[in-house]
């Protein structure tokens, strides 16, 4: 299973780091998705780090101020998550999939049940 942890409320313009834990699961094997689902609305992807070498995709939202890293050692994928504004407000989730280099959320394999993350303005 996957478990993500660090979501909590912050002010406009600060920041969080989200972690993902491979529990029975390599992470290193694995493409590695964040999604993100705010009140009311559907389910957005975030962020896309393929497995390998590969370059990692982010969303238009949030590219320049989203990174995602691994730390293989510790099985765990980080999100690292600054300027804040309340539109980053949403529960956040991390998805894997063994097969290929994308992340479609369609069509991966596990799934966390998420962490909440609040943007206060």
């Known amino acids: 299973q996957l478990v993500e942890s660090g979501g909590g409320f912050v002010q406009s313009g600060g920041s969080l780091r989200l972690s993902c834990v491979g529990d029975?699961?390599?992470?290193?094997?694995?493409?590695i998705a964040w999604f993100r689902q705010a009140p009311g609305k559907g389910r957005e992807g975030v962020s896309c780090t393929p497995k390998g070498d590969g370059e990692i995709y982010y969303e238009d939202a949030v590219k320049g101020r989203f990174t995602t890293s691994r730390a293989d050692a510790e099985n765990t994928v980080y999100l690292q998550a600054h300027s804040l504004t309340p539109e980053d407000t949403a529960v956040y989730y991390c998805?894997?999939?063994?097969?290929?280099?994308?992340?479609?959320?369609?069509?991966?394999?596990?799934w966390g049940k998420g962490t909440l993350v609040i943007v206060s303005s």
């Open positions: 998805a894997t999939r063994s097969r290929g280099d994308r992340c479609p959320p369609n069509d991966m394999d596990h």
């Open positions: 029975g699961i390599p992470l290193s094997y694995n493409n």
